[in-house]
């Protein structure tokens, strides 16, 4: 558990853009390198996280609370968001002074494609959890393309998502 | 464009702790589908904590800084209006009761986990949600489709750690160096 925390915590830096970046980075850890629990597993986990109303970062106490329970669950949470917490703490009062540098536009344009690249793998890497089956590729692309043309409010999208589970695997 | 009323009555921080917690407090229990619009809804237009322009520079920090966005915010936000005691009630506030319920829903999902059409459901609802993660990466970068050198960013990112799963502390340095340097002569 206190691995678990120590990688959570080092995430917590590189997390540029939130949570979503990383998510593949944790799946990576979580199943394939430590095999805590099972690709579908930490796709199901996931799916609680998105569902349940709040932060998505929340997916971390849930690895947590697998981990480790209840106590695991508190510091997942807190690992994750502790250092980062830290440094918007101290940046926070610096903020005013290098809001319009140069560099800071430079490196906000550079973070684009990155976290652009890192989501895309993220959404892979989560809907696949038993290798690549065209169930599960056509609720993607299906919650993809509803979430990319439309304005419906994600949480009808996941509904979508279960009830095509249903149909579909049955 | 602000409303004359919005202009009338300028934005007044929280009174003390008790009432920056309870905001934050409302911001998590509402927060279904993403707690960003939430946040600009209660302390823009409810509470008038912040002026719209105010809020969208915090946000514009809070992007700019690792971790959790709305995570950050409640820590700079607390931070400017109460010191470290408002840091830590604003955040322990938006945090509360999401937590509870996410562990909640997971302990029912445990409970029935063993039966196979549940499992089915929920693991069709996070492919679903994956598949959420791939249209917010679309409207991301759809600035960057005409653009090269952001495409093949992209594109070598989302290859070494979605499909050959190498580390990303190992990918983030050279990512970073490339990106930075194509930003810089105006590719991206």
């Known amino acids: ?170 | 464009m602000e409303t004359e009323a919005a202009q009338q009555q300028a934005p007044r921080p929280p009174a003390g702790l008790g009432e920056l917690f309870w905001g934050f407090f409302t911001i998590g229990a509402r927060a279904f589908g993403g707690v960003l619009p939430w946040a600009h809804r209660v302390m823009v237009e409810e509470r008038r904590w912040l002026a719209p322009a105010e809020f969208a520079e915090i946000l514009a920090l809070c992007q700019f800084l690792p971790g959790p966005n709305v995570g950050n915010m409640s820590i700079v936000l607390g931070r400017r209006w109460c010191g470290l005691p408002g840091a830590l009630s604003a955040f322990l506030g938006l945090m509360a009761l999401p937590f509870c319920w996410v562990l909640a829903l997971a302990m029912l999902y445990a409970e029935h986990a063993s039966n196979p059409v549940v499992r089915t459901v929920v693991t069709s609802v996070g492919v679903a949600a994956a598949g959420l993660f791939i249209g917010t990466a679309l409207k991301l970068g759809r600035p960057l489709a005409r653009k090269p050198a952001g495409v093949a960013l992209v594109l070598a990112c989302f290859a070494a750690v979605g499909l050959a799963r190498v580390s990303l502390l190992a990918v983030l340095p050279v990512a970073a160096v490339l990106a930075l340097l194509a930003s810089r002569r105006g590719w991206l």
């Open chain 1, 1 to 170: 558990m206190l691995e678990l925390a120590a990688y959570f915590a080092l995430l917590s830096l590189v997390a540029v853009g939130g949570i979503a970046p990383v998510m593949p980075e944790m799946q990576r850890v979580v199943v394939e390198a430590k095999g805590w629990m099972e690709a579908e597993e930490f796709t199901q986990l996931f799916a609680v996280s998105q569902a349940a109303p709040g932060p998505n970062v929340l997916i971390t106490s849930l690895i947590g609370w697998k981990v480790a329970g209840i106590a695991g669950a508190l510091l997942a949470l807190a690992a994750f968001c502790l250092p980062a917490a830290v440094l918007a703490w101290g940046v926070g009062s610096l903020w005013d002074r290098f809001r319009d540098a140069p560099w800071r536009k430079v490196t906000q344009r550079a973070l684009v494609p990155v976290t652009v690249g890192l989501i895309l793998a993220g959404g892979y890497v989560l809907a696949t959890p038993a290798g690549l089956d065209w169930k599960n590729a056509l609720i993607a692309g299906a919650s993809a393309a509803a979430l990319y043309f439309t304005k419906l409010n994600p949480l009808w999208i996941l509904a979508g998502g279960a009830i095509a589970g249903a149909v579909l695997y049955s």
